[in-house]
């Protein structure tokens, strides 16, 4: 046993300060002090400064919580906007039901499904994102470039490279969550790709690229058990991809509207495809 | 994902529920799990909001709605966060998370430097004065020219009084490099102080 620990560093000598200094350590750092009084005056000011700013701060913990901020009123809040949410849900699923039943009845007045010009990129890109979802998608060591851990590094690069702020949606309310993203090379410049994971370990993916002009509604796609809807807002197109059904495409495609869109709390409402022109 | 049926209640039911005032999805708050929520979070908003103001250099309304985003956060996803973790960490940074969003979606549009009118408006009543509230005034000023970093690992630790752990969790980095960021901080803090008295002695002298 050694009469002396291991030397006093900066770091316990800030931990005295902060009140974090284990009582086994306060020996040696008063010990430490005590011979080196430059030390001693330096931190003492550290100290001042920091009872000083205490005191600065403290008037703004001060006061009555405002309103706005109480839990009660937040989840009252809360539960409108589900109600609100639920019932454009519920609304967008029924008009889709309708727009293909109409588009199928109308199948040979209209010829091949209305295919203006934003349809051509609409279709590359809902390709693009499943081909990307199949590839990635079942990786198991890489499944993606940049993980969430390092979120703010993923969004400033790829936002650089994408050429726009971009923002990655929080799909947590639908219970998945970030596990990264990668960049993708396109037809005309480069993409991005969003994974999210949820508790059963089921992937899904948001695939997004610039440069889109227009704004459509949600389109719904599926090729070999893959499910993408697309839509563009913005300048962006974005098409979210998982094995899994149009509700809940829809409603993950909801909650990304919302947080990206600056008018997002309006309701989506697809038009019916197969509308006579 | 055949959960999606689940999450889909069939209209009618939906009308029903909202006809006596039920929620109509999500509804997993009753009363006294709503009462719980609201005594586990409570306690650190004045905590939250010292934070947000002092991370957005005395912006207070600005500062509220960080925290009022946060908040929303918190309980839209509440059955989300770790059972056993504390809610104080969890919702720190959160609203840290929320702050770095932010900032980044702005860029670095000029915010109006209110640190200085907080420094006016909170500390004239401070003993000793004149120069002890141009002191306070100074400190602050420097402390609102640290780094983003810098002054986010000072707040936490020596204001909000999070473990070096909890505040490496918050601010998503080692301890040691929290340690670097509080150690490089308080000394820039100092050396601005230094410099200014000496400054201030050398004025003296000049006029002596």
Known sequence: MTPRGRPVEEDDLHARIDGQLPRERSEDVEAYLAAHPEEQARFSQYAQQRQQLRAAFAAQADGPIPMRLRVAHLLAQQRRRQRRRFGEIAAAVCLIALGGIAGWAGRDLTGPATSSPPGSVARVITADAIAAHRTFSVEVRHPVEVDSGQEVHLVQWLSKRLGRPLIVPDLAAAGFRLMGGRLLPAEDGPAAQFMYENGNSERLTLYLRTGIGGETAFRFHEEGGIGALYWSDEGFGYAIAAKADRELLLRIAEIVYQQTSPDGAKAKIPPAPGKPS | ?208
């Open chain 2, 1 to 208: 994902m055949g959960t999606a049926a689940a999450m889909m209640p069939v209209p009618t039911r939906t009308l029903a529920a909202d006809e006596i005032g039920q929620p109509a999805v999500g509804c997993r708050c009753d009363g006294a799990a709503m009462r719980n929520q609201a005594s586990l979070i409570e306690p650190h908003i004045p905590g939250l909001r010292r934070f947000a103001c002092a991370l957005l250099r005395g912006d207070r309304q600005g500062a509220d709605d960080l925290v009022q985003d946060c908040l929303e956060r918190a309980v839209s996803r509440w059955h989300l966060r770790r059972a056993e973790g504390d809610v104080r960490g969890w919702l720190y940074t959160i609203l840290y998370n929320r702050f770095l969003n932010e900032k980044h979606r702005q860029g670095r549009r000029g915010v109006p430097d209110a640190l200085l009118e907080v420094a006016e408006a909170e500390l004239p009543g401070v003993d000793g004065g004149q120069d002890r509230a141009l002191e306070h005034r100074d400190l602050l000023r420097a402390f609102a020219a640290l780094p983003e970093e810098q002054r986010s690992a000072l707040l936490l630790i020596g204001i909000e009084d999070l473990s070096y752990g909890e505040a490496a969790r918050v601010l998503g980095v080692p301890i040691g490099t929290v340690m670097s960021r509080l150690s490089r901080g308080r000394e820039r803090l100092r050396h601005y102080m230094n410099d200014g008295v000496d400054r201030h002695n050398a004025e003296l002298r000049s006029v002596k």
